[in-house]
């Protein structure tokens, strides 16, 4: 069975600032996907990133972007210029691509913006 | 932009009780699922559902849980009898096909079991 693990449980920032969250997971699989979806207070879940296993380049998405190193199982997340509305929970989320593709979170990491 | 709808926002039953939680997938989606979260912890996999049938589900949806889709376009989750540890958010959570989608998630139900 798959694992994800996210080693902190708390990160913070200063506005403007950049930070990386860290993910990483075990699988067995070749071909798989990554996520990153961000839940703030109101307690919804947003995609914010996704990474296919099989493509070699790095997913960004404007201000966010992902560092995925397929051989260590390393899949961290880099939120540049941090804003206020960025403080939320991130969990990193796997997903193989055969089956039914439920998604495998991570313990999350709650990240807090420092004005 | 499409959105997945869930309803009711809040539950608050009592032990012992049934409830039906309602989901309103994106419209041209196959594909759904049931996840809880617990107050502090992580999301969990319930169940999954396709054509009409369940094709996987967790050790956690055992047999008080249960999933339909009624008038095809609702997909309800139902606890006949919900225990005190049942307490926790529920999402529902859709894709399109499989492989290359995104799930999209619901903004949850909370529920509360007195």
Known sequence: AQTVT??????????????????????SESDYYLFWYKQPPSRQMILVIRQEAYKQQ??????????FQKAAKS??????DSQLGDAAMYFCAYRSSVGNEKLTFGTGTRLTIIP | EPE?????????????????????PISNHLYF?????????KVEFLVSFYNNEISEKSEIFDDQFSVERPDGSNFTLK??????EDSAMYFCATQ????????YFGPGTRLTVL
Not at chain 2, 33 to 41: K, N, P, S
Not at chain 2, 96 to 103: A, E, G, H, L, N
Request: aromatic content about 8%.
């Open chain 2, 96 to 103: 399109v096909r499989t492989s290359t989608d995104t799930q």
């Open chain 1, 75 to 80: 899949f961290s997340l880099k939120i540049s």
């Open chain 2, 79 to 84: 606890i006949r009898s919900t225990k005190l």
């Open chain 1, 6 to 27: 996210q080693s902190q449980p708390e990160m913070s920032v200063q506005e403007a600032e950049t930070v990386t969250l860290s993910c990483t997971y075990d699988t």
């Open chain 2, 33 to 41: 699922y049931w996840y809880r979260q617990i107050l502090g912890q």
């Open chain 2, 4 to 24: 997945v709808t869930q309803t009711p926002s809040h539950q608050v039953t009592q032990m012992g009780q049934e409830v039906i939680l309602r989901c309103v």
């Open chain 1, 58 to 67: 790095n997913a960004t998405e404007n201000r966010f972007s992902v560092n």
